[in-house]
């Protein structure tokens, strides 16, 4: 039988090539099978190390590349071990190499951190994406903290873009929902990813120097909300400052949209807001001012809006004449317009807004007895007697600058009664209006237009 082959046990060759953590000292000395199974738990720390960094884990490495070492020294023999220099290169070989790339990923790594530690402090988000995207699987395994580090800096960059996003959306659409959103995407980094202020400090920035928007009532919504938004003691309160500057501005543009556009409440509430908020300001003069013109116009535009339901619903305008007794107030008329067209023509107006009295008139009847004549009829021969009477015309009139009524009468119109004779089928009727001319219609009236 042949004599068995002993392998040498060297030591040194035992510990250098178990301190690849590949656990070619234990091949080296013909330990197959706990070199499989030392590996085997090398790749399940690496993998827990690569899946959950931590410190913790990387200790743990550390411990097991000590204890790898150690016992390959022991198994080797120790100080009473032999020389076995092929061994040794061979350990040399493998290890050398091996921590020479540790040590290479690990300072790689160190400047990695450093670089991202810098864009985030100057809050440069880019640059810190940038030089995170050279991290790779040798990173992770070299320095898994560091990784865990940077991929807090990764959260905080997405969440900071998608909450620059909705700041976005909010400057070019006014969306205050948006711009709720948005805030609490940046306030949620500030809460669960400390480190990131600056960051966020940049994005606000960002947001709050493009201000104002290039629509003033875009603008408005944006800085009453800034302006009604609770303190939470953090970097975003800083974002109320803006709104002292910018919305005083912002308000009176948007009332003088809303003006051209005739929505007269909203440009009255704009106007109302900055005197109320901002009282004091340069601009506090125009904003009374447009205040009254708005409120003016939103008057004339409701009265115009009512036609003849103003008889039924008066309402004021406070920017007509006022009614004065002994002159003539023109009038507008709701109702029955008989005879209104032998009138002057500067006691009567079809617009609203030029007027000072409302009159709202109703049906002719008849009123005072004039005279009474009889006629013969030339069809029958017949005889009877015809009454002629004032033309009678109830009327309310109404002081366009109070709503207020100032008389509720009815206008009698006299006339001519008794013509020779008049052309009418059928029978004589018993009442007849008389034949009114025009100083008849202008003294009738005038009871009411210039009492």
């Excluded at 002993?6 to 197959?32: E, K, Q, T």
């Excluded at 440009?267 to 447009?290: I, N, S, V, W």
């Excluded at 029955?336 to 709202?360: F, K, M, S």
């Amino acid at each position: 039988m042949p004599a068995p082959v002993v392998r040498s046990r060297d030591a040194v060759a035992a510990a250098v090539g178990n301190a690849s953590l590949l656990s070619i000292g234990y091949l080296l000395l013909g330990r197959r099978l706990v070199a499989f199974l030392t590996l085997l738990v090398t790749i399940v720390l690496v993998t827990f190390v690569v899946a959950v960094p931590s410190v913790w884990f990387e200790v743990a490495v550390l411990a097991w590349w000590a204890a790898m070492i150690w016992h390959g020294w022991y198994l080797g023999g120790g100080k009473a071990g032999e020389v076995a220099r092929r061994q040794r290169r061979i350990a040399f070989a493998v290890t050398v190499p091996v921590l020479l790339v540790v040590g290479l990923v690990r300072f790689d790594a160190v400047r990695l951190e450093g670089n991202v530690d810098e864009a985030r402090q100057q809050g440069d988000c880019a640059r810190a994406e940038t030089e995170l995207g050279k991290v790779w699987f040798g990173h992770r395994v070299i320095d898994a903290p560091m990784t865990g580090r940077t991929d807090r800096t990764v959260d905080a960059c997405r969440q900071i873009r998608q909450a620059s996003g909705k700041l976005d959306d909010a400057w070019a659409k006014g969306t205050t929902d948006a711009l709720a959103s948005g805030f609490r995407g940046l306030d949620a980094v500030l809460t669960e990813l400390p480190g990131h202020e600056q960051m966020v400090k940049t994005a606000l920035d960002r947001f709050v120097n493009r201000l104002p928007t290039d629509d003033n009532c875009r603008t408005s919504g944006l800085t009453d909300w800034l302006k009604a938004r609770k303190s939470t003691g953090n970097e975003l309160d800083r974002a109320a400052n803006v709104v002292s500057r910018v919305a005083p501005p912002a308000l009176v543009g948007c009332a003088d949209e809303e003006m051209a556009r005739e929505h007269f409440k909203n440009a009255q509430q704009r106007y109302q807001q900055l005197l109320d908020e901002y009282p004091g300001h340069e601009l506090t003069g125009k904003a009374r001012e447009g205040a009254t013109k708005a409120r003016l116009a939103a008057e004339l535009a409701h009265v115009r809006n009512l036609h003849g339901a103003y008889c039924a619903q008066p309402a004021a305008y406070s920017g007509a004449p006022e009614f004065r007794r002994g002159a003539v107030n023109r009038a507008v008329v709701f109702g029955n317009r008989e005879h209104l067209d032998r009138l002057p023509g500067d006691w009567l107006t079809g617009e609203i807004g030029e007027a000072v009295l409302v009159l709202c008139t109703e049906q002719t009847t008849f009123g005072a007895p004039t005279q009474t004549c009889p006629y013969r009829s030339d069809r029958t021969g017949r005889v009877s007697s015809v009454t002629f009477r004032k033309i009678a015309i109830p009327v309310k009139a109404y002081e366009l600058r109070t709503g207020k009524l100032v008389a509720d009468t009815r206008v009698e119109i006299s006339g001519t009664s008794c013509p020779s004779s008049f052309y009418i089928f059928g029978d004589a009727p018993a009442n007849r209006y008389v034949s009114p001319s025009e100083g008849d219609v202008r003294a009738g009236y005038a009871a009411v237009i210039t009492p």
